[in-house]
C-alpha cells in the first residue's frame, strides 16, 4: 500500500479542509435575504404609492398601520387616497408578490425535478396548459368552486401538462436540453390551439377577458382573488422547502439519489403536483407572465449556489420583488395605459433564455 | 453484513444479460468483478446493489431479500459509486461529499457527519478541492469525490463500478488501498475493475464474469492464469509474477514494424 494514514491523520487532513466556502456562503446568504427582503418591503410601499393618484410612502405606511389599529404615521391626504390603498393599490400589491412568488419557485422546482436549468413553466408549456384550462372556465362560466373554479381548472391543467411533459421528455432518467425545449414548443403548440378555439368561441366580453388575461395583467386584482391564490402558494411553497433536501440529492441523477436513500419516484409526482400547484397560483387570475421562472432561481444560484434550502425561499422572494417591479413599470412607463406585465417579462427574459441556452450548449459542447 | 445473490438471471430482449448467477458477499472482504467489456459486469453490480431486479433469482441481503426493503433501510445498509459521476447543478465538492450522509438525517448517526465527511475527504485527498464546484473538475478528480461520497455513507457493503478507472497510478492504488482498509474494517466491498494487476494485487477474492456467467471464482492466483485469461479475453495474455503478485500482461497484437523494438529483459524480483 502506498500511503497509510490513520484513521485520525485522515479526519485531521479532512478537517484542515474544512472549506471556508462554508463560512463564505453563509456570509452571502444572509446578505442576500437581507437585500431581497429590503426591496420587497421597499417596493411594495413604493409601489402602492404610485398610480394616477400619487401617494407618498409615509402615507402609505400611516394608513396600512392604522387600518390594524396602530396609530403612527399620517393618513393620505387625498379624500380617496385610503380607498384607492385598500381597494386598488394593496390588492394589487399583494397579488404582484403572491404570483411572483410562485412563478419563480415553481421554476426552481421544476429545474430541479428535471436536473435542467432550462426548465421552466411557461417554457415547457405548463402555464399554457394551465391557462387553456382556466379559458375554459372562462368562455361556459363554469362556478363549481364559486370563485375558486379557475384557480381548480388552473391546477388540473397544469398537472396534466407537467405530467405529460415529464414523461415524454425523459429518456434514460435524464432530459436532455434539445428533448425539454422541443417538447415545449410541442405542448405549447397544441394548448394554444386550444386557447385559440377557447377565443373563437367566447362570446365578446369573454373574448377580451381571455386576450388580456393571455398578455397576462395584475390589472383588476381584487381581495378574493388573492384570498384564492395565497393558499396555493403557501402550500406550494412549503411542501417546496420540506423537499429541497431531497432535490439537492436529486441532482446527483435518479439512480445515486436511490442508493442515498431517496425514493425516486415519490419524490418526483410530489414536485410535479407542487409545480403545478405554484403555476396554478401564478397563472389563475394574472395570465401568463413567462420567464420568471427562469430568471430569478438562475440568478440567485449565482449568488448562493444551487442548494435548494436556499434557492427556494431566495427565489420566492426574489420572484416577489421582479413581479412588484414589473408591475410598477406596467403602471407607470405610459401614462395613463396599464402596460401587459406577461409582455415585459417576455422582453426581458425571451433574450435572457437565449443567452441560457447558448451559454449551456458551449458548456455542454453541443446539445447534450 | 452479507449479501448473497441466488441463481440470477437479467433477460433484456430475450437475451441473457446474466446467466444463472450465484455470488456471496461477506464482510471483511474485497471481492473484485472482472471481465471483457460486455460481459455483464455492471449489471451484476446492479442486481446486487437493488437497482435492477433480476428476471429470475433473488438478492438477499442479511438473510432478507432486497426487494422488500425501502430506499432508506438499503441507504443505511449500503453505498454505491457509479462508473459516471453525474450532478445537473453546480453544487460544491463538499457538498456533494455530505449528500452521501442523507440516509442519516434525523437519526443518531448525525451527529458523525462533519467527522465522517472530514475522514472520506482525507482518504482520498480532496482537501485542496472541496470548495470548487463539481462540474469544473477533471474526471480523475470527480471519480475521487464520488468514492469519498460513497465511503462517507457509511453503510455496511460498500459497492464500486470502476472507481479507479479515470485515476493516475497513485490514486488508483490509493482507492483499492482504502478499500481494503474498509474491508478490513469490516465493510463487505465489492469492485468492478478492468486493470486486472490492480485487481490482483488488492483482491482477497476474484470473480471472472464472461457472457454473464461466472466462470472462475477465488484468489488471485487461482484465478488470473494465463490460459483461462486468454480465453476469456479472446486475446493472448502472459502473467508475470511480480513481488509475489500475478502481473497480467497483454501481448501487443499487430503493430507496425519497430513499434516496440526494445530487448527482452530479465524482470529482477
Not at chain 1, 417546496?240 to 442508493?259: E, I, N
Not at chain 2, 497483454?250 to 529483459?265: M, S, T, V
Request: with cysteine.
Amino acid at each position: 500500500m502506498t500511503t497509510t494514514l490513520t484513521a485520525p491523520e485522515r479526519a485531521a487532513a479532512g478537517e484542515r479542509a474544512r472549506p471556508d466556502g462554508d463560512r463564505r456562503l453563509r456570509a452571502r446568504v444572509v446578505l442576500l435575504f437581507g437585500v431581497l427582503g429590503a426591496a420587497l418591503l421597499a417596493f411594495m410601499v413604493l409601489s402602492a404609492g404610485r398610480g394616477q393618484l400619487d401617494i407618498p410612502a409615509d402615507q402609505v405606511l400611516g394608513s396600512f398601520l392604522h387600518h390594524f389599529g396602530v396609530n403612527l404615521g399620517p393618513m393620505p391626504e387625498h379624500p380617496q387616497g385610503d380607498n384607492t390603498l385598500w381597494q386598488v393599490r394593496f390588492p394589487r400589491v399583494a397579488m404582484a408578490v403572491v404570483v411572483g412568488a410562485s412563478l419563480a419557485a415553481a421554476g426552481a422546482l421544476m429545474q430541479g425535478v428535471f436536473g435542467n436549468p432550462l426548465a421552466e413553466p411557461s417554457i415547457v408549456g405548463v402555464s399554457t396548459g394551465a391557462a387553456l384550462a382556466a379559458a375554459v372556465v372562462i368562455v361556459y362560466q363554469l362556478t363549481f368552486f364559486g370563485t375558486w373554479t379557475v384557480a381548480a381548472f388552473a391546477f388540473a391543467g397544469g398537472l396534466i401538462t407537467t405530467l405529460l411533459v415529464y414523461a415524454l421528455s425523459r429518456a434514460d432518467g435524464r432530459t436532455e436540453v434539445v428533448t425539454l425545449v422541443l417538447m415545449g414548443i410541442a405542448v405549447n403548440a397544441v394548448c394554444a390551439a386550444g386557447l385559440a378555439f377557447m377565443l373563437f368561441i367566447a362570446d365578446t366580453q369573454a373574448r377580451e377577458e381571455i386576450v388580456f388575461w393571455q398578455l397576462g395583467s395584475l390589472n383588476g386584482t381584487r381581495w378574493q382573488y388573492v384570498a384564492v391564490v395565497a393558499p396555493f402558494c403557501a402550500v406550494g411553497l412549503a411542501g417546496a422547502v420540506l423537499a429541497s433536501r431531497r432535490l439537492d440529492v436529486l441532482s446527483l441523477g435518479d439512480r445515486a439519489a436511490r442508493h442515498v436513500g431517496i425514493n425516486v419516484e415519490r419524490l418526483r409526482i410530489g414536485v410535479i403536483a407542487l409545480v403545478a400547484l405554484l403555476t396554478a397560483a401564478g397563472v389563475a387570475f394574472a395570465g401568463i407572465i413567462a420567464f420568471v421562472g427562469l430568471v430569478i432561481p438562475h440568478l440567485i444560484r449565482m449568488i448562493a449556489g444551487p442548494g435548494h434550502r436556499v434557492l427556494i425561499p431566495a427565489s420566492a422572494l426574489g420572484g416577489a420583488v421582479l413581479l412588484l417591479v414589473a408591475d410598477l413599470c406596467a403602471r407607470t412607463l405610459m401614462v395613463g395605459a396599464d402596460l401587459p406585465i406577461g409582455m415585459l417579462t417576455s422582453l426581458v427574459g425571451g433574450p435572457f433564455f437565449f443567452w441560457l441556452l447558448r451559454r449551456t450548449r458551449r458548456q455542454a459542447g453541443g446539445w447534450a | 453484513m452479507s449479501i448473497e445473490v441466488r441463481n440470477a438471471s437479467v433477460l433484456i430482449d430475450g437475451r441473457a444479460i446474466l446467466d444463472d448467477v450465484s455470488l456471496t458477499v461477506v464482510p471483511g472482504e474485497l471481492l473484485v468483478v472482472v471481465g471483457p467489456n460486455g460481459a455483464g459486469k455492471s449489471t451484476l453490480l446492479g442486481v446486487i446493489s437493488g437497482d435492477l431486479v433480476p428476471t429470475s433469482g433473488t438478492v438477499l441481503l442479511e438473510g432478507e431479500s432486497i426487494r422488500s426493503r425501502k430506499p432508506l433501510a438499503l441507504a443505511r445498509k449500503r453505498s454505491v459509486q457509479l462508473q459516471e459521476q453525474q450532478l445537473a447543478f453546480g453544487f460544491r465538492v463538499i457538498e456533494v461529499v455530505r449528500m452521501g450522509r442523507t440516509p442519516w438525517a434525523g437519526t443518531a448517526a448525525e451527529d458523525r457527519d462533519d467527522e465522517a465527511v472530514a475522514e472520506a475527504i482525507g482518504r482520498v485527498d480532496i482537501a485542496p478541492f472541496v470548495d470548487r464546484s463539481f462540474p469544473t473538475l477533471s474526471g480523475g478528480e470527480k471519480a475521487r469525490t464520488g468514492f469519498a461520497r460513497a465511503t462517507a455513507q457509511e453503510a455496511g457493503v460498500l459497492l464500486l463500478d470502476e472507481p479507479t478507472a479515470a485515476l493516475d497510478i497513485k490514486y488508483q492504488q490509493r482507492v483499492l488501498g482504502e478499500a481494503v482498509r474498509l474491508a478490513r474494517a469490516g465493510h463487505a466491498v465489492v469492485a468492478v475493475l478492468h486493470d486486472l494487476t490492480l485487481a490482483a494485487t488488492h483482491a482477497d477474492r476474484i470473480c471472472v464474469v464472461s457472457r454473464g456467467r461466472i466462470v472462475a471464482h477465488g484468489t488471485p492466483g487461482e484465478v488470473l492464469t494465463p490460459e483461462r485469461l486468454t480465453e476469456v479475453y479472446d486475446h493472448p495474455v502472459d502473467v508475470v509474477v511480480h513481488h509475489g503478485v500475478p502481473v497480467v500482461i497483454p501481448r501487443p497484437g499487430d503493430l507496425p514494424d519497430g513499434a516496440h523494438a526494445f530487448e527482452d529483459k530479465e524482470v529482477r524480483v
